[in-house]
C-alpha cells in the first residue's frame, strides 16, 4: 500500500498504546508539532529490530495496574539503545517497576481531574511549563509510585502524590502521571514539545504539501491503469480521498453518489454541482429515496435502521458497480483514528472502523483491493490536504453527517412529512450558525426531531406540534465532546427562527449533555 511507506522511511516518535482513551491525543499533539509519530500496540512494537530511525518513545496511558501478576510489558532493551523516553500514567509506572520502584493500589490516593503541580526540581522537560513553580494538570489514576525507582529523581509532586514526574539521572528517561495531551492540563503541549524537540531533537518533517506529493506519487505506482470506484458522500474524507485518486489517475476513477432522501436539504444537489463542475469528477448518481423510505417503514429501532440502511446502501452501490467493467480497487476515505480505532492495544483485531468508511463487505464480494489514501492522517489534515488540492469550504468545513443520515435524527418512525420538517428546521439552524459566524467553532451541530409532541399556542390558536432538539458540541475527535455554550440571544433567535417558519414544530430545546455520559447522536 502506498501510504506505508513511511513506516520505513521516516524519523519519527513511536508512541506505544497500552490502552488510554487518549493516546490519539498524543499523536495529534506530535503531529502539531510537524513531526511524524505513529502509534504501535505492543505486538506491532515487539516485531520492530532497526531501531534506527525511531527518535523517541512514549509509552502512553491504559487500564492495567503493574500491582497485578500479568501486566503488559516492555521489553527492557529499549532502555539500553539511548533512544528518549517518556511514560505517561500507566507508562510511568512501568517504568518505575522496571527500574525497582513501588507502586500501590490506593482508593485513598486516587487523583481524578485537575490536580495541581508543584516543581520539586528543574529539568528540561518542563522547560517554560511552571508558573511560580505551580501549573494545573489533569490526573486519571488509582495507582501511585511509592518509592522512587533506582537512579531516578522526583521532579514533582501534587498533595496527593509524591511522585508525579521522574527523570533519571543519567539517561533520558522521564515519567509523569498526569496527562499532558489533554487540554485539561493546562501547558501540557509545552512538555510534548520540550520532549520531542529539546530532548529527542528530532527534525522537524511532517508537511501535508510534502506528503501530498507523495500520496499522488505513491498512487500513481499503485494504480498505474487500473480501474477504482468510490462512494461519495459528500463529507470531507469521502471527498479528499476521491479529488486525490482523480489527480493520480483521472479518468480511471468512477464515483458513484447514492441520493438516500436522508441528507440535509440541498444538500445532495450542491455536493454533486461542486463534483462534477469544480472537482471534475466522473460521477454517476442513484436515486434511491423511495427505496430508503420504504425499507424504513414502520421501523423505529435505532440499530435496525442503521443496519437496513447499511445494507441498502451496499446493494445499490454493488449493483451500479458491477456496470463498471474491470474495477480492481474500491476507495475509501479512512482516516488514522479509524486505523487505531480498529486495532486493539492488546494486538487483537477488533474492526471497529466506522460505518460510514466501510462499505461492508464489498471489498470482499466483488473481490476488489481496497484503496485508502488517507489513512495516516488525523481529520484536521486531511482538511488541510484538501486546501492544498485547491479545494474549498463548502466540502472541507463541513461538519461530521453520519452514514444513516436524518434517519437516526428522527427518533422513531420515518416519514416523507418528518424528513421534510426536520430538513427545514436543521437548514435554519446551520445557516443561522453560518450567518453568526458560529458554525466553524463547532465541531458538529444538528437539529432532530423528538417523537414527541406538545401543546402551544400560536395566534390566538391551540396547536399540538412535535419538539425540536437541537444540538451542537465541541470536540477534537468525536471520542469525547462538551455543549456549545451559545448565548441566550441565540437561543432565542434559534427558537423563533424554527418556531415561526417550520410548520410542524411548535418547540425547541437544546441538548446541553456532554459525551460521555450521552453521545453526539441521539440513535
Ligand atoms: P456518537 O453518536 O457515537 O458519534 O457520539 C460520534 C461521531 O460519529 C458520527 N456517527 C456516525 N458516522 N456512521 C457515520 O458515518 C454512523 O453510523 C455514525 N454514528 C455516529 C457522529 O455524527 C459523530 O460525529
Given at each position: 500500500?502506498?501510504?506505508?511507506?513511511?513506516?520505513?522511511?521516516?524519523?519519527?516518535?513511536?508512541?506505544?498504546?497500552?490502552?488510554?482513551?487518549?493516546?490519539?491525543?498524543?499523536?495529534?499533539?506530535?503531529?502539531?508539532?510537524?513531526?511524524?509519530?505513529?502509534?504501535?500496540?505492543?505486538?506491532?512494537?515487539?516485531?520492530?529490530?532497526?531501531?534506527?530511525?525511531?527518535?523517541?518513545?512514549?509509552?502512553?496511558?491504559?487500564?492495567?495496574?503493574?500491582?497485578?501478576?500479568?501486566?503488559?510489558?516492555?521489553?527492557?532493551?529499549?532502555?539500553l539503545k539511548n533512544i528518549p523516553v517518556l511514560g505517561i500514567c500507566y507508562g510511568l509506572q512501568l517504568i518505575s517497576k522496571i527500574?525497582?520502584?513501588?507502586?500501590?493500589?490506593?482508593?485513598?490516593?486516587?487523583?481524578?481531574?485537575?490536580?495541581?503541580?508543584?516543581?520539586?526540581?528543574?529539568?528540561?522537560?518542563?522547560?517554560?511549563?511552571?508558573?511560580?513553580?505551580?501549573?494545573?494538570?489533569?490526573?486519571?489514576?488509582?495507582?501511585?509510585?511509592i518509592k522512587?525507582?533506582?537512579?531516578?529523581?522526583?521532579?514533582?509532586?501534587?498533595?496527593?502524590?509524591?511522585?508525579?514526574?521522574?527523570?533519571?539521572?543519567?539517561?533520558?528517561?522521564?515519567?509523569?502521571?498526569?496527562?499532558?495531551?489533554?487540554?485539561?492540563?493546562?501547558?501540557?503541549?509545552?512538555?510534548?514539545?520540550?520532549?520531542?524537540?529539546?530532548?529527542?531533537?528530532?527534525?522537524?518533517?511532517?508537511?501535508?504539501?510534502?506528503?501530498?506529493?507523495?500520496?499522488?506519487?505513491?498512487?500513481?505506482?499503485?494504480?498505474?491503469?487500473?480501474?477504482?470506484?468510490?462512494?461519495?458522500?459528500?463529507?470531507?474524507?469521502?471527498?479528499?480521498?476521491?479529488?486525490?485518486i482523480n489527480k493520480a489517475i483521472k479518468k480511471n476513477l468512477k464515483c458513484i453518489m447514492v441520493d438516500t432522501g436522508l441528507l440535509r436539504k440541498n444538500e445532495f444537489k450542491s455536493s454533486l454541482k461542486i463534483f462534477k463542475n469544480r472537482y471534475k469528477l466522473n460521477v454517476k448518481i442513484i436515486n434511491a429515496k423511495n427505496v430508503f423510505l420504504k425499507k424504513l417503514k414502520n421501523i423505529k429501532d435505532p440499530e435496525r435502521k442503521r443496519k437496513i440502511i447499511g445494507n441498502q446502501f451496499i446493494r445499490l452501490f454493488e449493483k451500479e458497480a458491477r456496470k463498471f467493467k474491470n474495477v480492481k480497487y474500491l476507495a475509501q476515505g479512512t482516516l488514522y483514528p479509524d486505523i487505531i480505532e480498529s486495532k486493539s492495544f492488546s494486538g487483537s483485531k477488533t474492526s471497529k472502523i466506522k460505518s460510514h468508511h466501510n462499505v461492508g463487505g464489498l471489498p470482499k464480494r466483488m473481490k476488489l483491493k481496497l484503496v485508502e489514501p488517507l489513512k495516516e492522517l488525523f481529520k484536521d489534515e486531511v482538511r488541510n490536504l484538501g486546501r492544498s488540492l485547491g479545494m474549498g469550504n463548502p466540502i472541507l468545513q463541513k461538519h461530521p453527517f453520519p452514514g444513516p443520515g436524518l434517519a437516526i435524527r428522527i427518533l422513531g418512525k420515518i416519514t416523507k412529512n418528518r424528513i421534510k420538517i426536520l430538513q427545514e428546521a436543521d437548514d435554519i439552524y446551520i445557516?443561522?450558525?453560518?450567518?453568526?459566524?458560529?458554525?466553524?467553532?463547532?465541531?458538529?451541530?444538528?437539529?432532530?426531531?423528538?417523537?414527541?409532541?406538545?401543546?402551544?399556542?400560536?395566534?390566538?390558536?391551540?396547536?399540538?406540534?412535535?419538539?425540536?432538539?437541537?444540538?451542537a458540541v465541541v470536540s477534537e475527535d468525536g471520542m469525547t465532546a462538551a455543549?456549545?455554550?451559545?448565548?441566550?440571544?441565540?437561543?432565542?433567535?434559534?427558537?423563533?427562527?424554527?418556531?415561526?417558519?417550520?410548520?410542524?414544530?411548535?418547540?425547541?430545546?437544546?441538548?446541553?449533555?456532554?459525551k460521555p455520559p450521552s453521545t453526539i447522536e441521539l440513535e
Open positions: 500500500m502506498p501510504t506505508n511507506s513511511n513506516f520505513t522511511r521516516k524519523n519519527k516518535i513511536i508512541i506505544i498504546d497500552f490502552g488510554s482513551q487518549v493516546t490519539k491525543l498524543i499523536a495529534r499533539r506530535i503531529r502539531e508539532l510537524k513531526v511524524y509519530c505513529e502509534i504501535l500496540n505492543l505486538q506491532e512494537f515487539k516485531k520492530i529490530r532497526n531501531f534506527d530511525k525511531i527518535k523517541g518513545i512514549i509509552l502512553s496511558g491504559g487500564p492495567s495496574t503493574v500491582t497485578s501478576k500479568n501486566y503488559p510489558k516492555i521489553q527492557k532493551e529499549i532502555f527500574f525497582g520502584g513501588k507502586i500501590k493500589k490506593s482508593s485513598k490516593k486516587r487523583e481524578f481531574g485537575q490536580a495541581i503541580l508543584i516543581e520539586k526540581e528543574r529539568s528540561k522537560l518542563f522547560k517554560n511549563f511552571y508558573k511560580n513553580k505551580r501549573s494545573n494538570v489533569w490526573m486519571s489514576h488509582q495507582d501511585a509510585v522512587l525507582p533506582k537512579n531516578f529523581i522526583n521532579l514533582a509532586s501534587t498533595s496527593n502524590s509524591k511522585f508525579t514526574a521522574i527523570q533519571h539521572i543519567k539517561k533520558k528517561i522521564f515519567g509523569i502521571q498526569f496527562h499532558p495531551e489533554v487540554t485539561h492540563t493546562e501547558k501540557g503541549y509545552q512538555i510534548i514539545k520540550n520532549f520531542v524537540l529539546d530532548i529527542c531533537r528530532i527534525k522537524k518533517n511532517w508537511f501535508i504539501n510534502t506528503e501530498k506529493n507523495r500520496i499522488i506519487k505513491d498512487l500513481k505506482n499503485l494504480l498505474k491503469k487500473d480501474k477504482v470506484i468510490c462512494a461519495l458522500s459528500g463529507g470531507v474524507d469521502s471527498s479528499v480521498a476521491a479529488v486525490l445557516n443561522t450558525l453560518k450567518e453568526k459566524k458560529l458554525y466553524n467553532n463547532i465541531w458538529q451541530a444538528y437539529a432532530a426531531l423528538l417523537p414527541l409532541k406538545t401543546v402551544g399556542v400560536m395566534g390566538d390558536s391551540r396547536t399540538f406540534e412535535y419538539i425540536c432538539l437541537l444540538r455543549k456549545y455554550d451559545f448565548s441566550n440571544d441565540f437561543l432565542s433567535l434559534i427558537s423563533n427562527r424554527i418556531i415561526n417558519s417550520v410548520s410542524g414544530i411548535n418547540r425547541v430545546v437544546y441538548d446541553i449533555t456532554s
